[in-house]
């Protein structure tokens, strides 16, 4: 039973990473995942300051307020002569250590690893319960995942055609009246419930794997929004299942494993769209030989 809540856990990990980092890949900005999920530390740390509890409404807020926080601040310093990866840089990492001494100068009341936020233990996820009314309703991390999986769903499939034109053509988004705006932040917002969502269970370094690598490998197999959304989502459950046995089989960290396959995939993909590229032109450049030949033929 514990392989199963810890598979059910990076799928559904895997699952709500893929659907908003599909757009973060096709914005060219995937590397902002990586920034957000560092930066949300202090929002944590924070937010268990004021509440003095682990509730997760609290966590995600935090966490959220700080994502959109680290979003507007990069585009308000690239903005000037500052190109946007260094302003990324900036940006996360003084927000990150800003988290780290949060938690330092406050070791006594906040009760947060920081080991546990970057690589997570998704191995304990099954003794990690939700109690309800003295009733156990199984792993807690399930259910905040599961939530997020839906809350990140039903924004795809609502915003869907704006996602779309946003995704491909910022300036014609404006054009035709999109709020531009708004999809941006609320895509930065599900993108940080979704990293803070799994921090306990498959830790940050996961989170950013899960973000990038299932959806850039989607990315350069079709051209296709819902078809990429689709793979993206299968190459990340794929990576969640196949990792834990790979683990399993090393006796090794699950997290690392999970992370290690999507790297497989995109790899096994990328060889992939390399051969049948080749295989194409082969068969274009025998083709155009071959026509050679029947025209020189006719000509004679």
Known sequence: MATFWIILTGSLAAAACALVGSFLVLRKQAMLSDAISHAVLPGIAIAFLLTASRNTVPMLLGAGAFGLLTVYLTEKLSQGRIMSDAAMGIVFTTLFAIGVIIVNLFAGQVDIDQDCILYGEIAYVPWDRWFYAGID????????????????????????????????????????????????????????????????????????????????????LTEKLHVMLLLAVFFGV???????????????????????????????AFAYTK??????????????????????????
């Open 275 to 300: 051969w049948i590229k080749s295989k194409t032109q082969k068969e274009l450049k025998e083709a155009q030989i071959g026509q050679s030949v029947i025209l020189e033929t006719t000509s004679n």
């Open 238 to 268: 794929s990576s969640a299942i196949s990792g834990y046995y790979f683990a399993w089989w090393t006796n090794s960290s699950i997290a690392g494993a999970i992370a290690v396959m999507t790297g497989i995939f995109f790899a096994l």
């Open 137 to 220: 309703l199984g792993p807690r991390p399930v259910w905040i995942l599961s939530f997020v999986l839906l809350l990140n769903l039903a924004f795809v499939i609502s915003c869907y055609k704006e996602l779309k034109i946003y995704a491909f053509d910022k300036n014609l988004a404006i054009s035709m009246g999109i709020p531009v705006g708004i999809i941006h932040y609320a895509l930065m917002g599900t993108v940080s419930f979704s990293t803070i969502a799994a921090f306990e269970s498959v830790g940050a370094i996961l989170v950013v794997a899960l973000l990038i690598v299932p959806p850039a490998t989607a990315y350069i």
